[in-house]
C-alpha cells in the first residue's frame, strides 16, 4: 500500500518521479535524527525529490549528497517545537528525542508544521500530527501516505489547514 495508494491519488506525482531510486544515505540520516523513519516514507523518498503540493505543503525529503540541508531543516523545526514547549504552547507535545516527541517531516507556506509522532518503539506505529498555524494540532491515526492520499480524495479532513486544501487534482511541483 503506501507509495501506490498516494500515487493513485496523485496521479501528478509520476511526473516528477526519478528514473531510478535515489540513494539517499539512510545511515547518515539515522545517526543524524537518531531514529529510523517509517517505510513508506523511505520509499517516497528514494523515488521522488523534495516536491510541494498545490504550493502550499512541502515535504521535507532529503536530496542525495544533500542530506545534511534535510538534517538542518529537520534540527531547526525541532528547536521551533522545543521553544513552543518551553514557554507552555505545544499543548503537551514535546520534540524529538523525547519520549512520544515529534519529528518533522513538512510544513506549509502559512507555516503549519506537519509531523510524525513518534510513540511505540515500532516506527511503522507512527501516526500523523499537524500543529496549525492557529494553535490547532490535529492528528491522523496513520502514516504519512494514506494521510495525504487520503486528503486528496477526501476521506481525511483538513484538519487545522485551509478548508480549499488540497484541491482535487492538486498541482506537484519538484522543489
Known amino acids: ?18 528514473a531510478q531510486r535515489r540513494l539517499i ?10 531514529a529510523l523513519l517509517p517505510s513508506d516514507f523511505v520509499a517516497l523518498a528514494e523515488a521522488y525529490p523534495p516536491f510541494t503540493v498545490d504550493d502550499f505543503l512541502g ?17 531547526g523545526l525541532l528547536r ?4 513552543l514547549r518551553d514557554a507552555g504552547m505545544s499543548h503537551g507535545y514535546v520534540p524529538f528525542p523525547e519520549p512520544g516527541g515529534l519529528l518533522p517531516w513538512g510544513d506549509s507556506a502559512e507555516g503549519d508544521v506537519f509531523y510524525w509522532r513518534t510513540s511505540g518503539a515500532d516506527v511503522e506505529s507512527w501516526t500523523v500530527l499537524v500543529e496549525g498555524r492557529n494553535d490547532d494540532w490535529c492528528e491522523y491515526e496513520g502514516s504519512l501516505t494514506p494521510y495525504l492520499a487520503g486528503m486528496v ?3 481525511v479532513p483538513p484538519d487545522g489547514l485551509p478548508p480549499d ?3 482535487p487534482t ?4 519538484a522543489d
Do not use: K
Open 1 to 18: 500500500m503506501g507509495l501506490r495508494e498516494l500515487e493513485e491519488a496523485v496521479p501528478a506525482l509520476l511526473d516528477i518521479r526519478s
Open 25 to 34: 544515505d539512510w545511515e547518515f540520516v539515522r545517526r543524524e535524527t537518531g
Open 59 to 75: 515535504l521535507h525529503i532529503p536530496s542525495v549528497g544533500e542530506e545534511q540541508y534535510f538534517i538542518a531543516g529537520v534540527q
Open 80 to 83: 521551533n517545537l522545543a521553544e
Open 153 to 155: 480524495r477526501g476521506t
Open 165 to 167: 486544501f488540497p484541491r
Open 170 to 173: 492538486p498541482v506537484i511541483e
